[in-house]
């Protein structure tokens, strides 16, 4: 069993930057591939960012990439989303999310633990 704990959440302005924490127990984060995904009000809710096991760089939404970088930290069982220059639009609860599979990972159904969320309001 996977439990995943975000983290680093909070309000800030636009412009200014956030780091977002991931803690995993119970497997590792090197054993899965893993994901970040946000959810506004009333929105579905919609990949950010992944990673596949083994990397170190992942693949972006094209609404953050350039600004948003996601990583992993084995020694510490920790997935990171740094998060850049960020804009009003951005505000929204973050989760992040393991999969097993690694297929069709921009898709919520391709995961199979995600933690409690984290809100990001961004304000003007």
């Known amino acids: 069993q996977v439990q995943l704990v975000e983290s680093g959440g909070g309000s800030v302005q636009a412009g200014g930057s956030l780091r977002l924490s991931c803690a995993a127990s119970?497997?590792?984060?090197?054993?899965?591939?893993m994901g970040w995904f946000r959810q506004a009000a009333g929105k579905e809710r919609d990949y950010v960012a992944f990673?596949?096991?083994?990397?170190?760089?992942?693949f972006y939404a094209d609404s953050v990439k350039g600004r948003f970088t996601i990583s992993r930290d084995n020694a510490k069982n920790t997935l990171y989303l740094e998060m850049k220059n960020v804009r009003p639009e951005d505000t929204a609860i973050y989760y992040c999310a393991s999969s097993r599979s690694c297929l069709n990972w921009k898709t919520v159904s391709a995961y199979d633990y995600w933690g409690q969320g984290t809100q990001v309001t961004v304000s003007s």
């Open positions: 990673i596949y096991r083994g990397a170190t760089s992942g």
């Open positions: 119970g497997s590792t984060v090197s054993n899965y591939c």
